[in-house]
């Protein structure tokens, strides 16, 4: 095969439709009967919130691109307004599934569990009675209904706030005739309302949407009106934030400018009640200067992730996931000295089936030992009351040097990290926002502990972020380190992202934007040479995304000499698997389950050397050329092959895995008892108390 047919657009999926297929593997999720009933619902829920986020930044992207006429950039050579159509035909078949889902199947299910979400026209006298004083004790007060004519044009509308278009007829106080009006919804409000059990004779829990009380009882603000109709709708604006580097004098200054703006970003889609009239749908894509391919009707109450609610308000175990402990490796059992056994060896977390809790402790023991003199850390997302933060305001209130690299361009953290990035310089930190243009995304801890016989670092070095809740829902490796060359690695790479300091080569860990995505390549072409002299060549590459075209190059390089490559990747996937002369031999799974696949792990057979790597990026352009990110090797021969085994875990699920197939589709072909293996569940099984 020659090499110039690997880049023909053909070869390569378009990144958009990719990820809106990782999303309707998660819908997929929620009709899997094997999975508990309120954890089906909250499938449904994280589907929709995918979604809402892939038109505030992949479409807005695209739309972006339409009007500045730029021509594709992608590999696939797909146009922006031809990428654009395709988005809406896929999206729409969705949002059509994910309502069918609960209209059809959820909702039945739950009706069968005593869990009801009652519709208007099934309210009883007493239930209507309740809900109209709720109405007008609880929502009137805060609504603001605006009629719309000369003097009062169309408003602003808030991103993704639940709205109602309202059809007046008659004349109302001052002589005005009454034709439309905008009610939002008020976000202060809970969308789901618990009815009282006085209020229905059936067992169990009764819940009605806000939307639903609001529709009922809408009239009651237009006295001396008539509602002839009264519709949902809900607006998604682009929410991606612009900073020009050039023009930024001090970067948290000019991100909270952005961050007021991001309510009101350009319109990007306009969802509608399915009962609407046409007239209105076009009236309102006019107002927000959206046109057909924008439009998404819905059977069903707009925004199905006020759903989530459900899953906190509903006290029954029996219909999530049965709880677990996390594990801890036996050394770490007995309020260990961390530092101690660092300094024995190195120590492999694997969460959430192994705890979160020693890297807690760790920032815990620095911050109390007399000892360490400096701590350092890289923060993306941390989450509200964060015990790792708490630690940090500790020793810095101590009087240790507390060097703290906030990442302020988290996508929708940027807030929370403004606010922790106060905190911690209100403490006495020193604190600094990475590289501008460049996100920090290692993650790295650094402590430097005054011993016998001089300074010793020690470091902790993870494919995740520092977040206490997603520690036991996402699956992250982390390490625990005093081994001179990655702590010399990881000094370095701190002075280079709070100083100017230009850093030399490194010891051993890889990083972006400078070694890492030369080395994967140089990596891969090994592995196609040793196939080509015909030795064994092998690859293993576990990953949330992979879009970059030299490195999807390489791998067709590699399988197309015999190279056997097994990708997990979790999301997006640009690389066609099983093309004749090309991709034969890579094969292509993404795993969908309890847990979010949240690892990175990169294993090269290297002949008889095998060469494992963690690392914070996945094979994307921004990751490789955008972002500051951290590859460590894996050079502890035990801990290298349980790696190894548990890559090889993944690759024998054949109940959560996906198999992508040439054309882009997905294929999930369970198997039954006794021969069914699920790699989640085999790791919370070898390692956790279940």
């Known amino acids: 095969m020659d090499e110039q047919n690997f880049g023909l657009a053909e070869n390569y999926i378009n990144r958009e439709l990719s990820l809106l297929k990782f999303n309707s593997r998660v819908l997929q999720q929620a009709r899997e009967p094997s999975t508990p009933l309120l954890e089906r619902l909250k499938f449904l829920c994280i589907s929709c919130t995918n979604l809402d986020e892939f038109f505030e ?54 009706v069968a569990q005593n869990i009801r979400f009652i ?358 490796y982390g390490m625990f380190t005093s081994d001179p060359e990655l702590t010399a690695d990881a000094h370095e790479i701190f002075l280079e992202l709070t100083s100017f300091t230009k850093v030399p080569s490194l010891n051993s860990a890889l990083q972006s934007p400078f070694t890492l995505y030369n080395s994967l390549i140089r990596m891969i072409d090994i592995e196609t040479e040793h196939a080509r002299q015909g030795r064994e060549g092998r690859i293993i590459a576990k990953c949330n995304s992979l879009v970059e075209p030299q490195i999807i190059q390489a791998l067709y390089r590699a399988s197309n000499s015999g190279v056997r490559i097994h990708l997990i990747v979790r999301g997006t996937c640009c690389l066609r698997p099983g093309l004749p002369g090309i991709s034969e031999n890579i094969e292509v799974r993404s795993i969908v389950g309890r847990f979010l696949e949240h690892t990175r792990v990169y294993y090269f057979r290297n002949d008889t050397d095998p060469k494992v790597f963690c690392s914070s990026a996945d094979w994307m352009d921004r990751n490789f050329f955008h972002r500051v990110e951290v590859c460590w090797p894996i050079r502890d021969t035990d801990m290298r092959d349980r790696i190894i085994e548990e890559l090889e875990i993944y690759l024998k699920d054949n109940q959560q895995a996906w198999i992508l197939q040439p054309d882009g589709t997905y294929t999930n072909t369970p198997e039954s008892e006794p021969d069914s293996y699920c790699a989640q569940q085999a790791l919370l099984n070898q390692f956790a108390r279940v």
Not at 68 to 79: F, K, N, Q
């Open 57 to 110: 930044i992949r479409v807005g992207g695209v739309k972006s691109h339409i009007e500045l006429d730029i021509a594709s950039l992608a590999a696939d050579g797909i146009t922006p307004r031809d990428l654009l159509k395709q988005i809406h035909s896929e999206a729409s078949e969705l949002v059509a599934e994910q309502y069918r889902v609960f209209n059809e199947e959820l909702k039945p299910e739950l």
């Open 119 to 476: 519709a208007r026209e099934q309210w009883t006298p007493a239930q209507s009675t309740w809900l109209r004083r709720y109405f007008l004790e609880e929502v009137e007060p805060v609504l603001s209904p605006l009629g719309l004519d000369p003097a009062h044009p169309f408003p602003r509308i808030i991103n993704k706030s639940l709205n109602f278009i309202v059809q007046l007829e008659g004349l109302d106080a001052f002589g005005r005739r009454g034709e439309h009006a905008i009610v939002q919804a008020p976000r202060s409000l809970p969308r789901l309302i618990r009815l009282p059990d006085d209020t229905h004779d059936q067992e169990g829990e009764n819940y009605v949407f806000l939307s639903s009380v609001m529709h009922a009882f809408v009239h009651e603000l237009f006295e001396g009106l008539e509602v002839k109709g009264s519709y949902q709708f809900r607006l998604t604006r682009n929410s991606d934030l612009f900073l020009d580097d050039e023009e930024i004098d001090d970067l948290m200054r000019a991100l909270e400018g952005e961050l007021a703006s991001r309510r009101y970003g350009d319109a990007v889609r306009l969802e509608v009640a399915d009962n609407c009239p046409g007239e209105l749908v076009t009236y309102l894509l006019q107002q927000f200067s959206l046109s057909a391919v924008d439009l998404y009707r819905v059977n069903g109450p707009v925004n199905l992730n006020r759903l989530s609610q459900a899953y906190d308000l509903v006290d029954r175990p029996d219909l999530k996931y049965p709880p677990f402990s996390a594990g801890l490796p036996k050394r770490l059992s007995h309020n260990a000295d961390l530092f101690a056994l660092i300094r024995q060896s190195n120590i492999l977390l694997h969460h959430p089936y192994q705890s979160f809790a020693p890297v807690i402790d760790f920032v815990r023991q620095a911050a109390a030992d007399p000892k360490v003199l400096a701590i350092k850390q890289t923060l993306y997302r941390t989450g509200p009351d964060s015990p790792i933060v708490d630690n940090l305001v500790k020793a810095a209130k101590a009087g240790k040097e507390v060097t703290v690299v906030i990442e302020l361009m988290a996508r929708f953290d940027e807030a929370a990290n403004i606010s922790l990035a106060n905190r911690l310089q209100k403490a006495g930190a020193h604190v600094v926002y990475g590289i501008v243009g460049k996100k920090t995304h290692g993650k790295m801890i650094l402590v430097v502990r005054r011993e016998q016989g001089g300074l010793r670092r020690y470091a902790h070095f993870g494919t995740g972020n520092y977040h206490e809740k997603t520690t036991r829902l996402y699956t992250d």
